[in-house]
């Protein structure tokens, strides 16, 4: 496991105070209310849907890291 794994994944240990957010939690109970109107079982898609949004996950996490570090580091003139 890299670097950034570890903190992706630990996150929520590392960061007091770590709660969903009222729009996650909204997004959350959408998808729940839309993958039960249209009977799909989430503990079939479960895996799928949460593998995916991990990454997307992650890719965030890491673009915005790099932006931040090139904002502290630029000065300002952050061409990422």
């Known amino acids: 496991m890299g670097a950034v794994e570890k ?5 929520e240990i590392l960061c ?6 009222p729009e996650a939690r909204e997004a959350r109970d959408s998808m729940y ?8 079982d989430m503990v079939d898609a479960g895996h799928h849907i949460s593998t995916v ?10 673009y915005g890291f790099r932006y931040a570090a090139a904002l502290l ?3 300002g003139g952050v061409a990422v």
């Open 7 to 11: 903190v992706f994944d630990n996150f």
């Open 16 to 21: 007091s105070g770590y709660a969903d957010l």
């Open 33 to 40: 209310g839309y993958l039960d109107a249209h009977g799909i």
């Open 53 to 62: 949004v991990s990454e997307y996950e992650k890719q965030g996490f890491l």
């Open 73 to 75: 580091l630029d000065g």
